[in-house]
């Protein structure tokens, strides 16, 4: 038996912050990896947050010679795909004037391969004083009197000391300890994804500093494409039970899209790995420990309801976990109870911010994104007909403004629905239900909806010749 | 010409990871889930009898889906040994 105050299991973002920390304050640590070194196990988007930045110090030393992948997502542009499968429109986006800090002004991610970024980062936590263990599966914990003591490994090693479960999606720490056996179906997502390389000259001349894409349509689940300085990824996700056809299929309807085909044919991309991973994505984490364990990150359910960022809330809560640990082990309770600490620390972070308004994030990524059928159908060209069919010669600009009017009330059946469903519950949280009824009153609203349709339809009824 | 891509040629294993997956007929209920979720296609049906492909070690992902949609519990799936199965060099 070899005896630790703190046994980290896995070595992604999350556990080598554990690690880091827990070393640094003077705790004995370890931590293990399945993999042969950290990040050969990993898929990610990969984007890195701006507060990565802001709230870890160390993210400014990250340079192209630790990363050669490295490339900033300066803009991003959303593609809308129709239901015809056809790329109806795009808008590029940058970071906006009401954003507050750098590097957060400058780009929306950092983007580069976890096979380069996971070593990095681990290095900080060796370098802390953590021992790492590499090529070695953590297989079991160990227990005494029904309570979890340690781990074992697959040599049958045994190590004693307070668990941290930073083992990823399929987590066998959340498994062992009693918190989880699986998620729930609409708790976490599958997402293939390959991995495209082309030269670095021309995602330049392509692309610019566009160098993240979401492709909203209204036959496959939301697509992201990331560009690293030589290669791109290309992906989707969704729940596990909401898959009609295997994901590829999906997966390979992105990359035949026309405009698809025309974009690797232009950046000379050739398809290069490709990978999948389990993601959890879920508006409130729960059970995220027990009794002398932990579970930060993917393990406890922790990337952002709204669009699964999940290796900054890694980092997050691993800072939690062992701000946690420090003050259980120097009580001499790692109980369940005592350990109900972390969720308050959590909860006081950025983290735990983004969490309060949870369940409406998830709600409505789930009804839009997720749901191409049933609700990104209408939505696209909803979208399209609104910002593409002003500015068109077709007909005076009088006449085409009512055309586009008269279009868009066909929408309005499917759109209403979804507003009161979606947004104004997502609002309320946001803004708090007084400040929402100031703004406006959901209830009067839906009462005064038909009436507002009503109108709608009427106005437009004397011009419907210009139809014929 | 429109690229097709064959994902199944685009992976990279270490040999060596042993049994990592096991299968329970007794408890299956047939659903199919994991059918569909396998992006490698690694399980079958065949005469009312899902199975995993003999070979199924030297595809596998690692995904871990196939556990995660069994409810009935038939599949159990535990992590291949260290240091072998799949490597993303690019991931
Ligand atoms: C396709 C995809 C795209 C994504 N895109 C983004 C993105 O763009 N930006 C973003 O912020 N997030 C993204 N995410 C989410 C992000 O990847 C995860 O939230 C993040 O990796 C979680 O970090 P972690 O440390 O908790 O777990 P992981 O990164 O999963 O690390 C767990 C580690 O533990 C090891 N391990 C597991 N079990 C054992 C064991 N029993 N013994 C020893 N070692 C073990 C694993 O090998 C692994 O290295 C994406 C996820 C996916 C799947
Ligand atoms: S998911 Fe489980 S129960 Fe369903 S078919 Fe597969 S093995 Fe059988
Ligand atoms: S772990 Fe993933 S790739 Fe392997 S058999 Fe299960 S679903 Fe298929």
């Keep these: 038996m070899e005896n630790y105050d703190v046994i980290v299991v896995g070595a992604g973002p999350g556990g080598s912050i554990a690690a880091r920390e827990s070393a640094k304050k003077g705790l004995k640590t370890i931590f293990f990896e399945r993999g042969r070194k950290p990040g050969e196990k990993n898929s990610s988007g990969c984007g890195l947050g701006p507060r990565m930045w ?5 993210m400014t030393e990250l340079t192209p010679e630790d990363c050669p992948s490295l490339r900033p997502g300066a803009a991003a542009r959303n593609y809308l795909v129709n239901n015809d499968g056809e790329v109806s429109g795009y808008l590029m986006t940058k970071p906006t004037d009401s954003v507050t800090y750098e590097p957060a002004r400058s780009w929306i991610t950092m983007n580069c391969y976890r096979s380069e970024f996971d070593p990095w980062l681990a290095k900080y936590a060796t370098d802390a004083g953590a021992v790492l263990k590499t090529s070695t599966l953590v297989t079991g914990l160990l227990k005494e009197n029904g309570k ?9 090693n045994k190590y004693s000391g307070l668990v ?27 997402v293939p994804q390959y991995d495209f390389e082309c030269p670095p000259s ?24 990331v560009f690293f300085n030589d290669g791109f990824h290309i992906g989707l996700g969704n729940w596990m039970t909401w898959w009609e056809k295997n994901p590829m299929h999906y997966l390979n309807q992105v990359v035949a899209l026309k405009y698809f085909q025309r974009q690797i044919r232009i950046l000379e991309a050739k398809p290069r790995e490709f990978q999948v991973h389990l993601l959890p994505w879920q508006g409130q984490p729960h059970d995220t420990h027990a009794d002398n364990v932990i579970l930060i990150g993917d393990a406890g359910g ?57 369940p409406e994030l998830a709600s409505i990524w789930k009804a ?13 060209p909803m979208l399209m007909e609104i910002i593409g069919g002003i500015f068109d010669w077709s007909e005076p600009h009088a006449v085409r403004v009512r055309q586009i009017a008269r279009r868009v009330k066909q929408y309005l059946p499917n759109a209403i629905p979804f507003i009161m469903r ?18 406006t009153d959901p209830e009067k609203l839906i009462a005064a909806m038909p009436e507002l349709e009503e109108a709608i339809a009427r106005s437009f009824v004397e011009n419907d010749m210009e139809e014929k | 010409m429109s690229l097709k891509i064959d994902h199944k040629k685009l992976i990279m294993r270490i040999p060596g990871t042993g049994n990592f997956i096991t299968l329970d007929n007794e408890k299956c209920t047939l659903c199919g889930r994991c059918l569909i979720i396998c992006v490698m296609n690694l399980w079958k049906k065949s005469d009312d009898r899902v ?31 260290g240091g072998t199965g799949i490597v993303y060099a690019k991931g």
């Design chain 1, 202 to 225: 021309k995602i330049d001349d392509v692309m610019g500093d566009e160098a993240l894409a979401v492709w909203w349509s209204a036959t496959f689940p939301a697509a992201y494409q």
């Design chain 1, 148 to 156: 979890v003591s340690g781990v074992i490994d697959e040599k049958g």
């Design chain 1, 54 to 58: 802001r709230d870890f110090d160390f």
């Design chain 1, 422 to 439: 979606e947004v104004i519950p997502l609002l309320t949280a946001i803004l708090g239900e007084e400040n929402m009824n100031l703004l």
């Design chain 1, 164 to 190: 941290i479960g930073a083992d990823g999606a399929i987590s066998m720490v959340a498994r062992e300890s009693g918190l989880r056996q699986r998620w729930e179906q609409e708790q976490v997502t599958i």
């Design chain 1, 368 to 380: 839009l994104p997720f749901s191409p059928l049933k609700t990104m159908s209408w939505f696209v």
């Design chain 2, 51 to 81: 199975h995993l492909v003999d070979d199924y070690a030297s595809h596998c992902l690692e995904c871990g889906a196939c556990y995660q949609v069994c409810e009935s519990g038939a599949i159990d799936f535990r992590y291949p040994a």
């Design chain 1, 302 to 358: 922790f990337p952002c309801p709204l669009e699964a960022e999940g290796i900054y809330p890694a980092m997050v809560t691993a800072r939690a976990a062992i701000e946690t640990a420090v003050e259980a082990i120097s009580a001499a309770d790692v109980s369940k109870e005592f350990l109900n600490l972390y969720d308050a620390k959590w909860r006081a972070t950025s983290v735990g911010e983004e969490f309060k308004t949870g």
